[in-house]
């Protein structure tokens, strides 16, 4: 069965820097556009950043241009989030997810799901 693992979730200093983690298994990684998001409490989850098959190309939230990275290594199944200058705002449950649709920015578009990971940036 599909599975997404996510990690490297963890406490910060504003400013610092984290570099998420997610392993799949159960499907042909390599095929698939993987994106991630967030959900901070009280707020609906947000797109963060996707990539796709071959990695060629990526896309951003606006909230995080210039300061994420999201690369894929498809020989280890594994998408990463690299993420540095790191803010409060930043705060957050990471999800990796798996993109089935068309939209790449709309959650409705991705139909397997990670547990996620907590990042908690500190002012």
């Known amino acids: 069965q599909v599975q997404l693992v996510e990690s490297g979730g963890g406490l910060v200093q504003a400013g610092g820097s984290l570099k998420l983690s997610c392993v799949a298994s159960?499907?042909?990684?390599?095929?698939?556009?993987m994106g991630w998001f967030r959900q901070a409490p009280g707020k609906e989850r947000e797109f963060v950043a996707g990539?796709?098959?071959?990695?060629?190309?990526?896309y951003y939230g606006d909230s995080v241009k210039g300061r994420f990275t999201i690369s894929r290594d498809n020989a280890k199944n594994t998408v990463y989030l690299q993420m540095n200058s790191l803010k409060p705002e930043d705060t957050a449950v990471y999800y990796c997810?798996?993109?089935?649709?068309?939209?790449?920015?709309?959650?409705?578009?991705?139909?397997?799901w990670g547990q996620g990971t907590q990042v908690t940036v500190s002012s």
């Open positions: 159960g499907f042909t990684f390599s095929r698939f556009l």
């Open positions: 997810a798996r993109f089935r649709g068309d939209i790449y920015y709309y959650d409705k578009n991705y139909d397997y």
């Open positions: 990539i796709i098959w071959s990695g060629a190309d990526k």
